[in-house]
């Protein structure tokens, strides 16, 4: 981020539809804060670069994931259902998209933080958040908001979803504890409901697996 400039940062993070609202026409959305690049110092730049200094919703967020999904590619939101699919709007490169994808990915696998998040049938990916909760006079030292943040399948995505846990309580409390599992199980029920074919090699290994235990 210190390479590029606060500029560029705030940029990348417009593009992607934070700091406004997304078009869903539902009263009262919030639209978040992008804060002015215009005064940022090199320390507000880091901070910014990996989530701090900005506030955002969840559906913001899972637009911005959307868009990771679809090769950079940006599509309008929207609460009903449509048939047709409006024109989308390359905000990233099918580049980056792949390679932050691929990123996503490793931080399911096996020494990632997200492995809680994985899927039997399916390879996804993702990324794991815990922040501290922001009170009166700051961010409080010991309460949080865990989150998973994801696409699946991993290679051609059919769903972006965003998993916030708002102050877990028990002792643990990182996103890749508690709101990984949620996603993997919400994730897990909507490919069925969706009929998507399952990822071939995992199928395949699965059915190993099985043919296996039943010789046993």
Same mark, same amino acid.
């Given at each position: 981020a210190?390479d ?7 940029d990348? &993070?417009?593009?992607?539809? &934070?700091?406004q ?5 539902f ?9 002015d690049?215009?005064?940022w ?8 670069s990996?989530?701090?200094g ?36 390359q905000v990233?490169?099918q580049?980056?998209?792949?390679s ?7 931080v ?7 492995t ?6 399916y ?7 815990t ?7 700051g961010y409080e030292?010991?309460e949080?908001?865990?989150?998973f943040a ?16 708002d102050?877990?309580?028990g002792a643990?409390y990182?996103?890749g ?5 949620? &996603? ?15 990822d ?17």
């Amino acid at each position: 981020a210190l390479d590029l400039s606060g500029g560029v940062v705030w940029d990348m &993070f417009y593009r992607l539809g &934070f700091g406004q609202s997304t078009g869903i026409g539902f009263p009262g959305e919030s639209i978040g804060h992008l804060p002015d690049s215009t005064h940022w110092r090199p320390i507000e730049v880091a901070a910014m670069s990996y989530g701090y200094g900005l506030n955002a919703t969840a559906l913001q967020l899972a637009q911005a994931y959307m868009v990771l999904g679809n090769g950079g590619l940006k599509y309008p939101l929207g609460l009903i259902y449509r048939d047709e699919i409006e024109q989308g709007e390359q905000v990233l490169s099918q580049s980056v998209s792949d390679s932050v994808r691929k990123a996503m990915k490793a931080v399911v696998s096996k020494g990632g933080t997200g492995t809680r998040a994985q899927l039997p049938l399916y390879e996804v990916g993702g990324k794991t958040g815990t922040v501290h909760r922001v009170g009166k006079r700051g961010y409080e030292k010991s309460e949080y908001k865990a989150l998973f943040a994801g696409v699946a399948p991993i290679d051609n995505p059919e769903i972006a979803m965003v998993v916030v846990i708002d102050g877990p309580a028990g002792a643990e409390y990182y996103g890749g504890e508690v709101a990984a599992p949620v &996603f993997s199980r919400v994730v897990n029920g909507a490919m069925r409901l969706l009929n998507v074919r399952p990822d071939k090699g995992l199928a395949e290994s699965l059915s190993k697996s099985n043919t296996l235990a039943s010789r046993k």
